[in-house]
């Protein structure tokens, strides 16, 4: 699969130091000219979804980066709505942790998580990790491109 470009990337993200190296890595990453919408909060996250508000002229996102840990709605009520909805959950959820938490793991896999990684400490191993996610979510895998 070509992905097409620009590439369009939801990081829903509350702490400012990761949202900081997860636009970094984006840029390193295999799409430099991806267009990263950063939302603080669960509440918003849905808000930017659904279009609602402010929101309304936004695109559907490509992937979404999905921190667990969040003000207002946690990302594990996120991402139940999410895979809930019959259009948005064909949209790749990508969660970032913090932690191993297993009870948080087991939890975003029941609620059909895409998959689940630990948010790298680093800014070499985020870029890493970021490349992997694009690599493997926009150029290996097939994803329905009209929904
Ligand atoms: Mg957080």
């Known amino acids: 699969m070509i992905a097409k470009e620009p590439i369009s990337i939801l990081l829903v993200e ?3 130091g990761d949202v900081f190296l997860a636009k970094e890595a984006l840029k390193e990453g295999r799409f430099p000219n991806t267009a990263v919408a950063v939302v603080k909060d669960g509440e918003e996250a849905l808000d930017y979804l ?3 508000g402010k929101f309304n002229c936004v695109e559907k996102p490509d992937l979404i980066l999905l921190d667990i840990n969040l003000p207002r ?22 969660m970032l942790t913090t932690s191993t938490a297993e009870n ?3 939890e975003s896999y029941y609620n ?10 680093h800014l070499d191993n985020f870029i890493d990790a970021i490349s992997k996610i694009e690599t493997f979510w926009l ?3 097939e994803l329905p491109t009209r929904f």
């Open 139 to 141: 150029l290996t895998v």
């Open 73 to 94: 709605m946690d990302g594990k009520e996120v991402l139940a709505i999410i895979k809930k909805d019959e259009k948005l959950r064909l949209i790749p959820v990508v």
């Open 112 to 121: 059909h998580a895409n998959c689940n990684i630990s948010k790298p400490v």
């Open 50 to 52: 659904y279009k609602r």
């Open 104 to 106: 948080d793991i087991l």
């Open 14 to 16: 509350d702490n400012l």
